[in-house]
């Protein structure tokens, strides 16, 4: 055996790579060293190459690359299931209010917990996370060993004094190479021009890290915008010098055709989230035609208060369903474009394809197993629509992040799950008593 731990073979599994081919091994194996994909290929020939390296037995699992959620808002799983059946300003509205009321900073320290959780269990290796405050949660983030870019998010139409030295401050921080410092916008109709030119200027010239903002996720947007500039949303953000490769637009379901060719034209990312999009009623975002404008499109979750889980395989499941529906067209968005969307696309869409999102040699090694001996998932013909249509992120079973082992048989290393879950008991049962108090009394004032 080899002394080194960080050196071990993980083989006999289906290995799953979602390169430029889509190549599969039904034996396989993958080398990894330190946290590199050092080698794959048959299991026989792998093992013969290696006989001295540890051996992680993957038989009857599939061994693929972690699943990239390209947008999510980590702290708001604390407020799951709190504001239903509203519209999207309504939303924004409710939820800010239960924050400001209900919500001290360990409690949304909590909610970012969980998240990450619920995310590891479910396949997830890398996340966009789009928060204010990041520099509260970046430790906890940083400490579960998930793959994360940390848009720190900043807007003045809903907040009086926009938090700009604070976010340089997080920005010019030091941070681990699987934590990536970004920025974000929140939204045009939560921004002012100043605001944007500030960002423009300060964070889109000023500095080379990554940045997203929520794009044309309502109608309303567009409109307000037509009004005040007579130009949509993402006319306006290119007349200022906004859109670039390094921007994930997020949403994007009311652009006109003209807005894609301009996202096309300066190389801007999408994040797809379909179930956010269907549950607060905003739309159904053009994917064919983003697709085929030649737009790099990801996968995203949004936050668990939108959709309402954090598993990334359902919004597959989803997105796939929702183009065919929509153009009443099975043949739209095939579950083997779903997969890679979830993955390499993913990885694209955050410009770290040259790190992750396929199993190639030199890559990070990000890996997920999946159980495939179960009652839903059996038999097997055609293993993406199996992956798209019937896995769900509870048969995740083992996962490593930058060649470190973060879960085991659904154990996760990094984070004391089961002390998690007391906190975030208690804390719900010390919410609910202070809502029924306040309620009591407004009921007792009015009688
Ligand atoms: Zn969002």
Same mark, same amino acid.
């Given at each position: ?28 194996? @993958? ?38 959620n390209?947008?999510i808002h980590c702290r708001m799983s604390i407020i799951r ?8 300003? *309504?939303?924004?509205?409710? #939820?800010?209010?239960?924050r400001?009321?209900?919500l001290d900073e360990e409690t949304q320290k909590m909610g970012v917990e969980l998240s990450l959780t619920e995310s590891l ?6 996340i966009?996370d789009m928060s204010f405050h990041q520099f509260l949660y970046s430790p906890i983030t940083q400490k579960s060993g998930i793959?994360a870019?940390l848009y720190d998010a ?5 907040? $009086? ?18 934590i ?12 002012? %021009? ?10 889109? *010239? ?27 949303? #993402? ?8 859109? /670039?490769?390094?921007?994930?637009? @997020? ?22 989230? %379909? ?10 975002? %053009? ?14 979750? $949004?936050g668990a208060a939108?959709?309402?889980?954090l598993?990334?395989? =359902?919004?597959?499941?989803? =997105? ?69 249509? /019937?896995?769900?992120?509870?048969? @995740? ?17 990094t984070i004391?799950?089961?002390?998690l879950?007391?906190r975030i /008991?208690?804390a719900?049962?010390?919410?609910? =008593? ?9 009921? =007792?004032?009015?009688?």
């Amino acid at each position: 055996m080899s002394d080194r731990e960080d050196q071990f073979l993980l083989t006999g599994a289906v290995v799953l790579t979602c390169d430029d081919k889509d190549t599969r091994i039904n034996d396989g194996a @993958v080398m990894v060293d330190g946290d590199e994909i050092a080698d794959l290929g048959p299991a026989e020939e792998i093992e013969e190459k290696y006989p001295r390296l540890h051996r992680e037995n993957l038989e009857g699992k599939l061994l693929m690359p972690g699943l990239v959620n390209t947008h999510i808002h980590c702290r708001m799983s604390i407020i799951r299931g709190l504001a239903e059946d509203l519209s999207l300003r *309504e939303w924004l509205q409710e #939820t800010y209010r239960f924050r400001q009321s209900y919500l001290d900073e360990e409690t949304q320290k909590m909610g970012v917990e969980l998240s990450l959780t619920e995310s590891l269990k479910a396949g997830v290796t890398t996340i966009a996370d789009m928060s204010f405050h990041q520099f509260l949660y970046s430790p906890i983030t940083q400490k579960s060993g998930i793959r994360a870019v940390l848009y720190d998010a900043i807007m003045d139409v809903y907040e $009086d004094t926009p938090r700009k030295d604070e976010m340089m401050e997080f920005l010019e921080d030091s941070h681990p190479d699987h934590i990536i410092p970004g920025a974000a916008l929140h939204a045009p109709y939560s921004t002012t %021009p100043e605001l944007l030119e500030w960002f423009q200027e300060t964070i889109v *010239e000023g500095t080379d890290v990554p940045y997203s903002i929520h794009l044309a996720e309502i109608r309303r947007e567009i409109e307000e915008c037509q009004e005040e500039y007579g130009m949509t949303t #993402t006319e306006w953000l290119e007349d200022v010098g906004f859109l /670039s490769p390094r921007l994930l637009a @997020v949403h994007g379901i009311w652009l006109e055709d003209s807005d894609l060719e301009l996202l096309r034209e300066n190389e801007v990312k999408i994040s797809h989230n %379909p179930q956010s999009n269907m549950k607060l009623g905003a739309g159904v975002a %053009p994917v064919m035609k983003m697709i085929k404008h030649g737009l790099t499109v990801g996968l995203g979750t $949004d936050g668990a208060a939108s959709n309402n889980d954090l598993d990334l395989f =359902a919004e597959a499941d989803t =997105a796939g369903k929702l183009q065919k529906v929509h153009h009443k067209d099975p043949e739209r968005l095939t579950a083997r474009k779903l997969i890679r969307m979830l993955t390499i696309e993913g990885a694209r869409a955050l410009n770290l394809e040259d790190q992750i999102g396929s199993i190639e040699v030199g890559k990070q090694a990000d890996l997920i197993t999946i159980d495939l001996r179960q009652p839903h998932l059996l038999p097997l013909y055609n293993i993406y629509s199996q992956l798209v249509y /019937s896995v769900r992120g509870s048969d @995740v079973r083992d996962t490593w992040i930058e060649g470190r082992e973060i879960m085991r048989e659904r154990d996760l290393r990094t984070i004391d799950e089961d002390c998690l879950l007391d906190r975030i /008991s208690r804390a719900n049962h010390r919410i609910n =008593a202070q809502r029924k108090k306040e309620k009591d009394a407004i009921k =007792a004032e009015n009688i």
